[in-house]
């Protein structure tokens, strides 16, 4: 299974009505299972940043294969080595609220980030537009095993 462009297209404009109805301009992003760019919106208004913060929350999620929210502990626990994932990458890996990994029947297709609003709403808005979509919210808690 594949995440198409049609796919990422959906999951993009459901996730600015989304921000819209709470009164957000966002930026929002969803990058393939390899972390590669599909789409990328920045809303009217959406402050000039958060393109770039919602391709890394895409990337994050995508290439880690959890939500970033998910990826916190780690980065607490060993700060200097969460902090050299990213000069390992194509993107900076974070660990904040507001990237998801985009998963259908167990298997990773992507990621989709979000950035424009408070980590919450981000996060809240990711949730609620992927579970809309039919995509699997539940992820193992971490330990390197994929699933």
Same mark, same amino acid.
């Given at each position: 299974?594949?995440l198409?462009?049609? =796919?990422?297209?959906?999951?993009?404009?459901?996730?600015?009505?989304?921000?819209?109805?709470?009164?957000?301009?966002?930026?929002?992003?969803?990058?393939?299972?390899?972390?590669f760019?599909?789409?990328?919106?920045r809303?009217?208004?959406?402050?000039?940043?958060?393109?770039?913060?919602?391709?890394?929350?895409?990337?994050?999620?995508?290439?880690?294969?959890?939500?970033?929210?998910?990826?916190?502990?780690?980065?607490?626990?060993?700060p200097?080595?969460?902090?050299?994932?990213?000069?390992?990458?194509?993107?900076?890996?974070?660990?904040?609220?507001?990237?998801?990994?985009?998963?259908? =029947?167990?298997?990773?297709?992507?990621?989709?980030?979000?950035?424009?609003?408070?980590?919450?709403?981000?996060?809240?808005?990711?949730?609620?537009?992927?579970?809309?979509?039919?995509?699997?919210?539940?992820?193992?808690a971490?330990?390197?095993?994929?699933?």
């Amino acid at each position: 299974m594949k995440l198409t462009l049609s =796919d990422a297209s959906a999951i993009v404009d459901a996730a600015l009505r989304a921000g819209s109805s709470l009164g957000k301009a966002l930026s929002v992003a969803v990058v393939d299972a390899g972390g590669f760019l599909l789409v990328v919106t920045r809303a009217d208004g959406a402050r000039p940043l958060t393109p770039n913060i919602a391709i890394s929350k895409a990337y994050s999620a995508a290439v880690m294969e959890r939500p970033t929210k998910m990826l916190k502990p780690w980065a607490e626990s060993n700060p200097g080595f969460f902090a050299s994932l990213s000069a390992h990458a194509a993107q900076p890996i974070v660990a904040t609220e507001g990237g998801v990994t985009v998963k259908r =029947d167990d298997e990773i297709l992507g990621g989709l980030g979000i950035s424009g609003g408070t980590g919450d709403e981000d996060q809240q808005i990711c949730d609620e537009v992927l579970g809309a979509l039919g995509y699997q919210l539940e992820f193992p808690a971490w330990a390197g095993v994929r699933k």
